[in-house]
């Protein structure tokens, strides 16, 4: 089985997004300290693709300049044992100076990506999803990950960064 990695700033929808991957088979809370408190594992499904997936929290909101050290540990150690990684940036607000400062971390780790334009439902999260194209990491699969839109887009997306 493979592993992805959901990837992004506080408030961009990764657990709404693992929360509907992995559906009702919610698989164990991690509960050792440090960095690893706030990861979640679980086994999604999509399509016919089942993988492990791992959803990332931000242990502290912190300034747009300074990514708190918890977080980037927790969001490295999360890429490092990844296979592919799911980055979301928020189509309603556009992007930030913090998704630039994640952007270059998972640029560096050189793993397939896909980059999610999450929140994409209606014509304002479509207009947002192509500021996307602006962090240089590829062209952006616009999702809701709360109203269920865009699932289809992100399985072949999926598949041929795999
Ligand atoms: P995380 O901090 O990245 O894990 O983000 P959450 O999954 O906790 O979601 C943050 C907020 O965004 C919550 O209020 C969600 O309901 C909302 N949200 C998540 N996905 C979507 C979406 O597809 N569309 C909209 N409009 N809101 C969403
Ligand atoms: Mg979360």
Known sequence: MFTVAIIGRP??????LFNRLVGKKLALVDDRPGVTRDRREGEARLGDLTFKIIDTAGLEEGDAASLPGRMRAQTEMAIEHADAIFFL???RTGLTPDDRVFANLVRRAGKPLILIANKA??????AGAVEGYDLGLGEPTPL???HGDGFASLYAALREAL
């Open 121 to 126: 439902e209606g014509r304002a999260g479509e």
């Open 89 to 91: 940036f928020d189509s």
């Open 11 to 16: 408030n961009v929808g990764k657990s709404t």
């Open 144 to 146: 809701s990950a709360e």
